[in-house]
């Protein structure tokens, strides 16, 4: 079975300061890894995900995530945070053979002015 | 391309009364999921439907929701009769390779 925690529930910063939100998983397989944002009365989008090869990933906003096997984490950070930002982040966690999504509890990023 | 559509938004049904959500996915997509959010918890795997047959529904919680995908095109997930501790956001994703799921907006279900 897989699991994926979401350290913090909630991360207050503000604008133009880095952020990480903390993700770690369990498995005993190999996974792929996926970072979701949901905005403020949308639904679901994929930021970045990671299949294979290089350990960093990114997104076309600027955020990052790296994943560590031997730390079982796959933390996503973003250098300066914008106000548009603001949004609840989801770590999630398949198989490689693409079935269901294992979320975290979700982290909710407030960037404050 | 259209996304993923889900209807209604909201629906707000008495304890005991029955409720359908409808998901349309991505046209093409032969992989459609159903994922539920109960009270700010984590979003939880409900099923998995590759074209109209059922793939994986290890997550249904019990009998009182039945799942359904006619022709492999538009699902439905019925909740009858529904209780209070179904109230939560439904969410439905297709996918065409199995490894990128497109999520739908939701629809937000209060039992009262």
């Known amino acids: 079975a897989q699991s994926v925690t979401q350290l913090d529930s909630q991360v207050p910063v503000f604008e133009e300061a880095p952020v990480e939100l903390r993700c770690n998983y369990s498995?005993?397989?190999?996974?792929?890894l996926f970072w979701y944002v949901q905005y403020p009365n949308q639904g679901l989008q994929l930021l970045l995900k990671?299949?294979?090869?290089?350990?960093l990933v990114e997104s076309i906003n600027g955020f990052e995530a790296e994943f560590n096997k031997s730390q079982t984490s796959f933390h996503l950070r973003k250098p300066s945070v914008h106000i548009s930002d603001t949004a609840e982040y989801f770590c999630a966690v398949s198989d490689p053979y693409g079935n269901k999504l294992v979320f975290g509890a979700g982290t909710i990023l407030r960037v404050k002015s | 391309e259209a996304g993923v559509t889900q209807f209604p938004s909201h629906s707000v049904i008495e304890k005991g009364q029955t409720v359908t959500l409808r998901c349309d996915p991505i046209s093409g997509h032969d992989n459609l999921y159903w994922y539920r959010r109960v009270m700010g918890k984590e979003i939880k795997f409900l099923l998995h439907?590759?074209?109209?047959?059922?793939?994986?529904e290890s997550g249904m919680p019990n009998n009182r929701f039945l799942a359904e995908r006619t022709g492999g095109t538009y699902s439905t997930l019925k909740v009858q009769p529904a209780e209070l501790e179904d109230s939560g956001v439904y969410f439905c994703?297709?996918?065409?390779?199995?490894?990128?799921?497109?999520f739908g907006p939701g629809t937000r279900l209060t039992v009262t």
């Open positions: 498995s005993s397989v190999s996974v792929y």
């Open positions: 994703a297709s996918s065409q390779d199995t490894v990128e799921q497109y």
């Open positions: 439907f590759v074209k109209e047959s059922k793939q994986d």
């Open positions: 990671y299949l294979s090869g290089s350990t």
